[in-house]
């Protein structure tokens, strides 16, 4: 099971530092990721987080002014989105896939996500 968390109302500019908290066994083996969902559009990948080396990767809408991590001791994953803007409204969701290899930014490989936080940036 996964749990977002840190979602909210935020001003351009600002900053927002969304985590997920997940139950269960052998977390270290999932590769962990970031989607989101805005009214009336798909979902896209934001980030991930591979589970062997802990590689990062980014989507161009957030690179550079994102940070993804995870803490396997205790099984949480946090993303960090500075200067946001507000076509980064959204729904984020986590998500996490069994060993995952070379396909962190396709949706249809996780196995399991969060319900969703919602991220609303004004102008």
């Known amino acids: 099971q996964l749990v977002e968390s840190g979602g909210g109302l935020v001003q351009t500019g600002g900053s927002l530092r969304l985590s997920c908290a997940a139950s269960?066994?052998?977390?270290?083996?999932?590769?962990l990721a970031w989607f989101r969902q805005a009214p009336r559009k798909e979902r896209e990948f934001v980030a991930a987080i591979s589970w062997k080396d802990g590689i990062s990767d980014y989507a161009d809408s957030v690179k550079g002014r994102s940070a993804i991590a995870r803490d396997n001791a205790r099984s949480t994953m946090s993303l960090q989105i500075d200067n946001l803007r507000p076509e980064d409204t959204a729904v984020y969701y986590c998500?996490?896939?069994?060993?995952?290899?070379?396909?962190?930014?396709?949706?249809?490989?996780?196995?399991?996500w969060g319900q969703g936080t919602q991220v609303t940036v004004s102008s």
């Open positions: 269960g066994r052998h977390f270290e083996n999932y590769a």
């Open positions: 998500a996490a896939d069994y060993q995952n290899v070379g396909a962190l930014r396709l949706g249809s490989e996780y196995d399991y």
